[in-house]
């Protein structure tokens, strides 16, 4: 044995040498706890900007080097690039236990090649391609130092006055279900560890996209049945799909702030769904509890919110400025402290920084990443895909205006939008607000492929948004001379996004005035309609034959708008948002409740639930999208008319023909009906959609399997159950489907 013992000693020191560096990063956590004291806990818990890109108040407050150095700092927002996080790195290295810092930015629509804004992307319906946005995104911020995006934003919203509709994916749970699902596995792509990995955020939790009035930050009043059904799915299925981290929200949600919901963060997120990351603060949000008029003060704020579950403080310095204090007086238990500081450093573990804290600071990377042929090329591919034809009337000679021959004559470019740069970038795109010279203007997308012997007449006509209409003379004298008119109008780059609710959805400034008199000259007009939200454009719609929703497009928005106008793509977009007649029918959405008083139709005022002044329905349809060519889908059959409770399925077929003249992709979408239930269910809802092509005059069948499982939904006790009765089944190509059937799900 004695001749054993040294050999054994060995194998003894390997193993806790080697066994601690292999073990899991919730033990690592837990002995690194062990080892701090209750300042560095609390430096984990308290996360700083830098000075740019302020959503909110910045708190001045001396030398955050040192506080850095001291590890009183666990992460930081805002800092951008491989040489700034070094040097800050650097600092953190030199605190007593050397715990890296987490950098942390909005990386909503991309980083140095800018995506379409999320909302527009949605329009793809084709969550493969989200994800690859994503996954690009995060490659080019994590060479340039960043490890965590705070995105995707997954709140569903139904209020387009709401700016914040541009970072997400549009009314529908189920869509919103599956893209925050594909963005998810975009950014935090093969799994973090990787250095092209990047920890995704889902936010805000819960419910902000429901602000009453559609006005930022305003508070949310709901049934904890609806936000169960309709707002928390999303987030669920990110929490599926292991997304690093939430980010709460700004909102209370019935009276109490969304930052100390407990019912939300604690007992429904961290343990209902035994969600093992953790939950950063929105900016400064502990802090404006005091506000809200929740807490009295930053004492109480830290106190409520720390207890309800949120780990980390953004900006606001109530946990750097009161947890020590809160835990003293013993209003605040050790253990919560160590379980949001555990989570903090699991992730931090996980993300590889203890092996190597410089790991994500690396200038040849960087330089890589700098300008990325290829990622331009996913950028033009998802703009293009990302446009909604809405409108391609016939004109006099029976022939539609769109797609525009490459060979017209002259062509006048007119309109604000079409040399502008900044406004394709869209509102979050923050990491290089000043780097506008990679951008394709839209004027330059269609110069680069209209004919060389075809002429462009350019006229900008007006502003975006002022009363100026000096510009309209040599705007109509322009469109005189042409053959045909382009007109590019919407939104400027910060008209849509955080802070930006408006009341008038209306086209900004003299816009709208400007296309009317172009109108005037008889030439035939193309419409772009350039934002980040669903306009209200009641006229154009009436009058104008062509109309091309081009949202805010990114780096290649000019080219992929050229492609589409061109016809080199064959649009395929469809709305992710219902578009409103006018802002009065807003809150709008497809999946509404019936009433006890239905209106039988668009006419019927006669006592039921309808606007005496106004249709019900939207102007454009959530769902809704044109193609160049045209498809037909008939045939809708079952392969059983009824499905069992218990683990039953069926399969819904229809044949999708493509009946017109050109090439195409179109979006086949399932809608269901519970016609009777024990609490009343949606006039339609989304249950499954399919992208194809067909090439023209080809047929396509396509089917879908439906299962008991996707009819379940929340009683009025919020338990999600299956109840046995009838069933219409729609499949068509906007929510407006009209081909019907029924089904019944049985016990
Ligand atoms: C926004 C968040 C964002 C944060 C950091 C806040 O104002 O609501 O979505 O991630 O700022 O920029």
Known sequence: MKKFLPLLILSLICLSVFGQKKSSPALRADMLIRQMTLDEKIGQLNQYTSDRNATGKITADGDKANQVRQGKVGSMLNVVGAEETRKLQELAMQSRLKIPMIFGLDVIHGFRTTFPVPLAE???????????????????????????????????ARDPRWGRVMEGAGEDTYLGSLVAKARVNGFQGNGLGNTDAVMACAKHFAAYGAAVGGRDYNSVDMSLRQLNETYLPPFKAAAEANVATFMNSFNDINGIPATANKYIQRDLLKNQWNYKGFVVSDWGSIGEMVAHGYAKNGYEAAMKAIIAGSDMDMESRCYRDHLKQLVLDKKVDISIINDAVKRILIKKFELGLFEDPYRFCNIEREKQQTDNVANREVAREIGKKSIVLLKNEKLSNGKTLLPLSKQTKRVALIG?????????????????????????????????????????????????????????????????????????????????????????????????????????????????????????????????????????????????????????YNPAGKLPMSFPRTEGQIPIYYNHYSTGRPAKDENDKNYVSAYIDLQNSPRFPFGYGLSYTKFNISNLKLSANELAINGGKLTVTVDVENAGDYDGEEVVQLYVRDLFGCVVRPVKELKGFKKLFLKKGETQSVSFTLTATDLKFYNDEVKLINEAGDYELFVGNSSDAHLKTKCKLTL
């Open 122 to 156: 949605t329009a793809t319906w084709d969550v493969a391609l989200m994800e690859k946005s994503a996954r690009i995104a995060a490659t080019e911020a994590a060479a340039y130092g960043i490890h965590w995006t705070f995105a995707p934003m997954v709140d569903v």
């Open 416 to 568: 604000p939008l079409f040399k502008a740069t900044t406004a394709n970038h869209g509102f979050w795109s923050v990491a290089f607000p000043d780097d506008t010279a990679r951008i394709v203007s839209q004027y330059q997308g269609i110069k680069n492929q209209l004919d060389k012997n075809s002429e462009i007449l350019y006229s900008k006509g007006c502003n975006i948004n002022d009363t100026d209409t000096s510009g309209f003379e040599a705007a109509i004298a322009t469109a005189k001379a042409a053959d045909v008119v382009i007109l590019s109008l919407g939104e400027a780059a910060d008209m849509s996004g955080e802070a930006k609710s408006r009341s008038s959805l209306q086209l900004p400034g003299v816009q709208e005035e400007l296309m009317k008199e172009i109108y005037k000259t008889g030439k035939p007009i193309v419409l772009l309609l350039n934002t980040g939200r669903p306009l209200i454009f009641n006229w154009a719609a009436d009058n104008i034959p062509a109309i091309l929703y081009t949202w805010w497009l990114g780096t290649e928005a000019g080219n992929s708008i050229a492609d589409v106008v061109f016809g080199d």
